[in-house]
């Protein structure tokens, strides 16, 4: 007998063939398993915690944790702001002794970054002539703004997905 001939030879091709289809079947998931539209970016890669009534009734916030420690603050959809007839006016980033929105950070460790408290203001946001204060929710440190919301603060009207902080 020459090798490669054989009662051996003609197995390994039907065991390799099953280890094949077996790789397959975990590796490339069936059409009918997958979601109709794939997760987000955000969706798949931070973490969402809320803070229900955060120090006063209503004025609920989401916080959006990264594995890497960053942290997005927002309003949540249930906030006393979104729920007011005409819905979001004005949002000012000038808040006590600091202006938010002039903050420059620069370098990698993140220089002139606003240390901030849990507790500490963010920013004003008036809806329907009334005021409310969004606060950090976490402690940390402030690196960035959303600046186009004081331009355009209508967009927490339409979509409170847009990320702020």
Do not use: W
Request: hydrophobic share 35%.
């Amino acid at each position: 007998m020459d090798i490669g001939e054989g009662p051996e030879t003609l197995e390994k091709p039907v065991e390799k063939r099953a280890v094949e289809e077996e790789l397959r079947s975990l590796l490339v998931p069936d059409l009918k398993d997958l979601p109709s539209t794939p997760r987000s970016a955000v969706e798949s890669n931070f973490v969402r915690y809320y803070a229900v009534d955060f120090l006063k009734p209503g004025h609920d916030q989401y916080i959006y944790c990264h594995a890497n420690g960053l942290c997005v603050i927002g309003i949540a959809p249930t906030h006393r702001a979104l729920s007011e007839e005409k819905g979001v006016s004005s949002i000012d980033f000038n808040v006590g002794k600091s202006d938010r929105s002039e903050i420059k950070v620069t370098g990698k460790r993140k220089r002139n970054a606003q240390h901030l408290h849990p507790d500490s203001a963010l920013c004003n946001v008036c809806a329907n002539g009334s005021f409310y204060i969004v606060r950090c929710c976490v402690k940390g440190s402030l690196l960035e703004v959303n600046n186009r919301l004081i331009k355009h603060p209508d967009l927490l009207n339409f979509s409170v997905r847009i990320y702020f902080f």
